[in-house]
T-cell receptor, first 115, second 113 residues
Framework: NAGVMQNPRHLVRRRGQEARLRCSPM?????VYWYRQLPEEGLKFMVY????????ESGMPKERFSAEFPKEGPSILRIQQVVRGDSAAYFC?????????????FGEGSWLTVV | DAKTTQPTSMDCAEGRAANLPCNHS???????VYWYRQIHSQGPQYIIH???NNETNEMASLIITEDRKSSTLILPHATLRDTAVYYC??????????????FGKGTHLIIQP
């Protein structure tokens, strides 16, 4: 059973460009979470999505950041007009829908560098 | 804010058992104790979780005190590859969303050769 797949693993963007990070949850999982880890800091929750719905985006910056999880295809975290402070590791996680267990599993992360 | 308190760092000799403590004195009845670890430059890895009974799997054992106010993660035979930051997290079982997982600073476990 493949784990949570994220791509790209490493992304370099110039200031002002857009960054798109993709996440395919584990098979059978319909809950997706995005976390950000700034250099030398802890993991911070950004957003929680189910298929076609944003459930909780309380951790998302108010501007330039958006997330989606369409009916078909991966979840996308989109950062518009990137700035150097967006340089970080972005981790996607997923969990199943069944009530018998909803342990959250993480991907290996996407490292964004803004130059 | 995280609901747990962990030592900032710990050392353990290779081959010995690593015992990582965690205090969660405000844990409520519907909250589980979860442990994750993060090896440098990798994603967080799920280790184990429990409610009130001790739990064991292929990676570790989890010992939860009777009053549930603290717990200990035990890695029975630590190897160099166990060097990582270990996070103790309390989480409602039906949780999702923002309180799905709240990461604190964790314990940086260093396995010494």
């Amino acid at each position: 059973n493949a784990g949570v797949m994220q791509n790209p693993r490493h992304l370099v963007r110039r200031r002002g460009q857009e960054a798109r990070l993709r996440c395919s949850p584990m098979k059978g999982h319909s809950h997706v979470y995005w976390y950000r880890q700034l250099p030398e800091e802890g993991l911070k929750f950004m957003v929680y999505l189910q298929k076609e719905n944003i459930i909780d985006e309380s951790g998302m910056p108010k501007e330039r950041f958006s997330a989606e999880f369409p009916k078909e295809g991966p979840s996308i975290l989109r950062i518009q007009q990137v700035v150097r402070g967006d340089s970080a590791a972005y981790f996607c996680a997923s969990s199943p829908t069944t009530s018998s267990g909803n342990t959250i599993y993480f991907g290996e992360g996407s490292w964004l560098t803004v130059v | 804010d995280a609901k747990t308190t962990q030592p900032t760092s710990m050392d353990c000799a290779e081959g010995r058992a690593a015992n990582l403590p965690c205090n969660h004195s405000t844990i409520s009845g519907n909250e589980y104790v979860y442990w994750y670890r993060q090896i440098h430059s990798q994603g967080p890895q799920y280790i184990i979780h429990g409610l009130k009974n001790n739990e064991t799997n292929e990676m570790a054992s989890l010992i939860i005190t009777e009053d549930r106010k603290s717990s200990t993660l035990i890695l029975p035979h630590a190897t160099l590859r166990d060097t990582a930051v270990y996070y103790c997290i309390v989480r409602a079982y039906s949780g999702g969303g923002a309180d799905g997982l709240t990461f604190g600073k964790g314990t940086h476990l260093i396995i010494q050769p």
